[in-house]
């Protein structure tokens, strides 16, 4: 079993920055593509970022493209999301997702096995 725990939400302004932590409890995490998504209230999940293996593979939605980026600690079985320039339409519940023994990133929420219980972040105008 693998457990994820986020941390890092919050509220910020328009332009400013929040990092995103989750933390896995689960084995074998260096082989365990990571991903980010957030679902605002009425609309469906979506992916945000995803990294690979090793980190050597990241992978953005075009929305956050320049502005997030996706990193990770092996050591740590932790992966970061750092997010500058918030827009207030970042606003949502972010959640972490783990597919565990898999290489590449996936988009799709129902690839994923594991996920965590969501952090807000709320960015206003």
């Known amino acids: 079993q693998v457990q994820l725990v986020e941390s890092g939400g919050g509220l910020v302004e328009a332009g400013g920055s929040l990092k995103l932590s989750c933390t896995s409890s689960g084995r074998g995490f260096s082989t365990t593509v990571m991903g980010w998504f957030r679902q605002d209230s009425g609309k469906e999940r979506e992916f945000v970022a995803g990294i690979s293996w090793y980190g050597s593979v990241p992978a953005y939605a075009d929305s956050v493209k320049g502005r997030f980026t996706i990193s990770r600690d092996n050591a740590k079985n932790t992966v970061v999301l750092q997010m500058n320039s918030l827009k207030p339409e970042d606003t949502a519940v972010y959640y972490c997702?783990?597919?565990?023994?898999?290489?590449?990133?996936?988009?799709?929420?129902?690839?994923?096995?594991?996920w965590g219980q969501g952090t807000q972040v709320t960015v206003s105008s």
């Open positions: 997702a783990a597919r565990p023994g898999s290489a590449l990133v996936q988009t799709r929420t129902d690839w994923y096995n594991y």
